[in-house]
């Protein structure tokens, strides 16, 4: 149902984004969201967007450097990221349908790589 892609090698302070393609059905009127998880740490919250409003939620870490958004038309989640750093490396998840921005979501997508060179 989610396939995210778009990971890849990247300079520290460069760019890249990903996205991830969701049928139909999950975009509920809930949260869709993008999650990290680096070697040896525990998953992490990255941003979030609601279907109905588009309001977005973003964690401290990445404000200003990120932003996610959606094509409705195409049913594809974007994250769009900016100013990368050695930290944001990590697996990349996209997830959708949460009541919540960093809240228990009911679907997953597979990972992308994300690498960052200093």
């Known amino acids: 149902q989610l396939q995210a892609s778009g990971g890849g090698l990247v300079q520290a302070g460069g760019s890249l984004r990903l996205s991830c393609a969701a049928s139909e059905r999950t975009f509920n009127d809930y949260y869709m969201g993008w999650f990290r998880q680096a070697p040896g740490k525990e998953r992490e919250f990255v941003a979030a967007i609601l279907k109905s409003s588009r309001r977005t939620s973003y964690a401290d870490s990445v404000k200003g450097r990120f932003t996610i958004s959606r094509d409705k038309s195409a049913n594809i989640l974007y994250l769009q990221m900016a100013d990368l750093k050695p930290e944001d490396a990590a697996v990349y998840f996209c997830?959708?349908?949460?009541?919540?921005?960093?809240?228990?979501?009911?679907?997953w997508g597979q990972g992308t790589l994300v690498t960052v060179s200093s």
């Open positions: 997830a959708s349908d949460a009541r919540t921005p960093s809240g228990q979501y009911d679907y």
